[in-house]
């Protein structure tokens, strides 16, 4: 799809269900994506990573070679939009969502997050004419919601109990970015 050195975010492929299956059994990882409550069956990978729904573009997030991350973005439709409560959008007006997650713990606070972000920003605006990107990270996940303000998103509405975490239903921030450039680098 793109490269932004050292980054690579290429296409989703068959054999990345391995890498997928690893990450989401780690509970480090699932401390913040998924719930360590729910580990990731070979059968639930299949049926979420690789279910067949076109409108949405996943990726394995690559750091010079070597496979670290996973990100899908989509075009948001009018039951997206209605969902998450958004204003309403020019006619015409194109709006993403975004999810993402490292993989890789060790690359976790080494500046990768916001590079990942605000080069997928781009890629948006550049190849898809996106006009806003919207994302929804739990409330207590203070690193995630830290990245995403410093590539520009803002916190737009609280969504109360709005995704099931470890056992509950935890509160997300609905964030917006309006895309005019400029992208932040690291």
Known sequence: MYRSNPLTVRGLLPSDAALLHRWLNDPVVLEYYEG????QTDERVQAHFYSGDDKVFR????????????????RLDEEGIRGYGLEEPAAG????????????????????????????????????????????????NGRAVACYEKCGFRKVKLLPGHEWHEGKMRDCWLMERRLEGPYAEV
Not at 36 to 39: S, T, V
Not at 59 to 74: F, K, L, N, S, T
Request: glycine share 8%.
């Open 59 to 74: 990726c394995i997030v690559e750091y010079d070679g070597c496979p670290i991350g996973y990100i899908q973005y989509y």
């Open 93 to 140: 007006e194109r709006i993403f969502g975004m999810d993402q997650f490292i993989g890789e713990p060790a690359y976790w606070n080494r500046g990768v997050g916001r590079r990942l972000v605000s080069s997928m920003l781009r890629h948006l605006e550049e190849r898809h004419r996106a006009e806003r990107v919207v994302m929804d990270p739990q409330t207590w």
């Open 36 to 39: 360590r409550d729910r580990p």
